[in-house]
């Protein structure tokens, strides 16, 4: 239930523009969100390289309305890239549909994120679509399987959610196209005739879907913090074999550092992404829906930051 309340109220643009603003927000934000520019991003991106963890930077916002916003998230993608490459930093790219338009004018949409791709393409830096809610996966299946991933084939991956019901059946047309994937359980409040309710439904396929893609012979994103889950699938790879340099896994910016480091160190690529941004509310929301033991101490900093003021 408050899951739900959190996930409604990360929709709500009225909030949005509030709490963007508000100082003390943006405090508590940070601790998934990387800084509102490129530049403290990719520092992020450096300090995690120390302990040789890779990343995936994301320029935050989705859901734009006016083409101006997507002209701006196109720039910014462009401006991602050109950072990337300028510094060699060892990072690839997230995208997200909604942010450049995929809601808006169509024949503008497929100019900018060509642009986006054909630049990523020439300067060899990977690019991830994210996966939104379910009113967008059949259009962004299509988009990657019939146009993207045919025209820029390993340059480019998407994205499964394994609480959606239709999953498997996504990942086997997936992988007969030999597509490139990162798995994780699914972030937005879906109905329980598109994805399954209970948490045990949501681990079970997500090993299943973890095992098929494992076996696929491609290099794979496994994205969760979910120890029993990482815990099966390490097993899995081990019993058929799969050496730890045949997939990665994947978690985001500032959630269970203990593990991404606990990881790596036992020899698995770890791949951390780093979402940074001013349009941090809607993501801010979902990681707060995930943790709502976040939600005690958000009380408990406001309390501490109003007695150290
Ligand atoms: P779960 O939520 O069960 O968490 C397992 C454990 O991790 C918790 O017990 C806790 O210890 C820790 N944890 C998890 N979230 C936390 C939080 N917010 N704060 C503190 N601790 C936390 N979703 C989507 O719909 N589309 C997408 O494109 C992506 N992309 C993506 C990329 C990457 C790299 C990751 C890691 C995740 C995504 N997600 C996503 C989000 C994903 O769908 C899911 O919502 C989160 O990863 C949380 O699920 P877990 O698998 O971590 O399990």
Request: charged residues 25%.
């Amino acid at each position: 239930m408050l899951r739900q309340t959190l996930i409604y109220l990360s929709k709500q643009q009225r909030l949005n523009d509030f709490v963007r603003t508000n100082w003390l927000a943006s405090r508590f934000a940070s601790r998934f969100v990387a800084g509102d520019t490129l530049d403290t991003a990719v520092a992020a991106v450096r300090a995690l390289n120390t302990t040789g963890i890779t990343a995936t930077l994301d320029l935050l916002g989705e859901s734009v309305r006016t083409q101006e916003e997507a002209r701006a998230a196109v720039e910014g993608a462009l401006s991602i890239l050109a950072k990337i490459a300028a510094e060699k930093a060892p990072a690839n790219m997230s995208i997200k549909l909604t942010q450049l338009g995929f809601d808006l004018d169509a024949a503008e949409f497929a100019a900018g994120i060509r642009r986006i791709l054909d630049r990523a393409k020439q300067l060899g830096i990977f690019v991830r679509v994210d996966m939104e809610g379910s009113a967008h996966t059949q259009r962004t299946l299509d988009l990657f399987e019939k146009d993207l991933h045919p025209a820029y084939g390993d340059g480019i991956g998407i994205v499964i959610q394994a609480y959606l019901r239709r999953s498997a059946a996504d990942i086997e047309r997936l992988m007969a196209a030999k597509a490139k994937v990162r798995l994780c359980k699914g972030a937005y409040l879906e109905p329980p005739t598109v994805a399954f309710p209970a948490k045990r439904e949501i681990a079970a396929s997500y090993v299943a879907l973890a095992q098929r893609l494992l076996a696929s012979g491609q290099y794979h994103g496994i994205a969760t913090h979910d120890p029993a889950i990482i815990a099966q699938v390490k097993a899995y790879a081990k019993e058929k074999g799969i050496a730890p340099a045949r997939f990665e896994f994947q978690m985001l910016y500032g959630i269970r550092r203990d593990l991404q480091q606990g990881l790596r160190a036992e020899g698995y690529n770890v791949r951390v992404y780093v979402p940074f941004g001013t349009h941090w509310y809607p993501y801010f929301m979902r990681r707060l829906a995930e943790s709502p033991s976040t939600l005690f101490f958000i009380p408990m900093s406001v309390l501490k930051e109003g007695i150290g003021r």
